[in-house]
């Protein structure tokens, strides 16, 4: 079963805005507020960022939020700053024999 | 506070079983399910499937049915993966996560632990 799709790379320059899309299907990502964003520096394990759609957990930066559109979610970041770069991953339930989907990854550079 | 401490890294040959730990700590282990999500070098995240701290229920990915099982020690809190007729494309680094998930729902996985890396070579 194919993978949420997440555009590869984005970048952004210190205290700019970015937005990475995850684009799923009715079954996963459109169907259910089930949405989550991890992020992931260079052999660390994943950390998470957003759940529910747009719920932050406790100690992670209000400069992080979430959101969805019919098939798609999104997570913005802004004030964009060196430490923000990583691998973000996005996450659905999905209504499959297999439940839990990831996207492929978006590495975000901080120029 | 909340850890999930794995063991160490494993080196198997094709066809061989691999057994990874995951002791948890710091929280009332029958509360949450853990989930076993690998990575591929280089490559993004695979969730491979779940089991209940509660009542050992699991639930697991598609594509490794038949091949993985999950259990767990309620008594030293301790949960295991293995994953048998091991091949190359195997060779990931093997993640034990917290869920928080239910019946036709998954929230999120908030505590990780450290990884193990697992290598299938001949």
């Known amino acids: 079963q194919s993978a949420l799709t997440q555009p590869a790379s984005v970048s952004g320059s210190p205290g700019q805005s970015i937005t990475i899309s995850c684009t799923g299907t009715?079954?996963?990502?459109?169907?259910?507020?089930?949405v989550s964003w991890y992020q992931q520096h260079p052999g660390k394990a994943p950390k998470v960022m957003i759940y529910?759609?747009?719920n932050r957990p406790s100690g992670v930066s209000n400069r992080f939020s979430g959101s969805k559109s019919g098939n798609t979610a999104s997570l913005t970041i802004s004030g964009l700053q060196a430490e923000d770069e990583a691998d973000y991953y996005c996450?659905?339930?999905?209504?499959?024999?297999?439940?839990?989907?990831f996207g492929g990854g978006t590495k975000l550079t901080v120029l | 506070q909340v850890q999930l401490v794995q063991s160490g890294a494993e080196v198997k040959k094709p066809g061989a079983s691999v057994k990874v730990s995951c002791k948890a700590s710091?929280?009332?282990?029958?509360?949450?399910?853990i989930s076993w999500v690998r990575q591929a070098p280089g490559q993004g995240l695979e969730w491979m499937g779940w089991?209940?701290?509660?009542?050992?229920?699991?639930n697991y990915a598609q594509k490794l049915q038949g091949r993985v099982t999950m259990t767990t020690d309620t008594s030293t809190s301790t949960a295991y993966m293995e994953l048998r007729s091991l091949r190359s494309d195997d060779t990931a680094v093997y993640y034990c996560?917290?869920?928080?998930?239910?019946?036709?729902?998954?929230?999120?996985?908030?505590?990780w632990g450290q990884g193990t890396l697992v290598t299938v070579s001949s």
């Open positions: 996560a917290r869920g928080i998930y239910g019946i036709g729902w998954y929230s999120r996985f908030d505590y």
């Open positions: 710091g929280y009332t282990f029958s509360s949450y399910g």
């Open positions: 089991i209940s701290g509660y009542n050992g229920n699991t």
């Open positions: 009715s079954s996963d990502v459109g169907g259910y507020n089930h």
């Open positions: 529910e759609v747009s």
């Open positions: 996450s659905s339930y999905r209504s499959s024999s297999t439940p839990v989907v």
